[in-house]
């Protein structure tokens, strides 16, 4: 099942009340750590990282308290999602690439796929792509954001960057989307 954001939320609210902390433990009751922590958790899951990476990154940097607290927490939330067979966005994310790369029939059919109006994309959402862009026939992609904008604009710099590692990675020309005529 896929959990909507307040389950995620009501999910976190409990762990949080179960797992013991010390560092967190006057924020506990804060509805704005738990919002924190969802954030963060989506960060992470979105960028990929799976919850005995970072307790193990954390480790290495000495157990800082602060950190190891949000690690725990995270691998809690992790294992909770797994134990009831629940998959919040990110994760839905992370079984579509494990998926694909278990099954490379997928897509084989395919004669083109477009992703359309894009401006970022996270790691996770590019081992998707990269996973299909060698199975469909055709492979276009569409950013938005001006690739001829002011150099040093954010949206330019993203556009470029996202261009360059689109190309780079997967071999798929990324295309600006077309300018509306003039009314």
Do not use: C
């Not at 792509?129 to 026939?137: C, D, I, K, P």
């Amino acid at each position: 099942a896929r959990l909507s954001p307040p389950i995620q939320y009501r999910l976190l609210r409990a762990l949080n009340a179960s797992v013991p902390l010390v560092h967190y433990a006057p924020l506990r009751a804060s509805p704005g750590f738990i919002q924190v922590l969802l954030d963060l958790i989506q960060e992470l899951k979105a960028g990929g990282v799976f919850p005995d990476e970072l307790a193990r990154a954390v480790a290495a940097m000495g157990d800082e308290p602060r950190l190891a607290e949000l690690a725990l927490l995270y691998g809690e939330y992790q294992r909770r999602l797994q134990q009831e067979r629940w998959a919040d966005p990110p994760g839905a994310g992370w079984l579509a690439a494990v998926a694909l790369s278990r099954r490379p029939a997928i897509g084989r059919d395919w004669t083109a796929l477009i992703v359309d109006g894009l401006d970022d994309l996270t790691s996770v959402q590019y081992r998707v792509l990269h996973e299909l862009a060698s199975r469909v026939g055709d492979l276009t992609i569409t950013l938005t954001g001006d690739p001829t904008g002011p150099p040093r604009s954010l949206p330019h710099k993203r556009f470029l960057r996202t261009r360059d590692r689109l190309e780079k990675e997967l071999g798929a020309a990324a295309e600006p989307l077309p300018v509306p005529p003039a009314a």
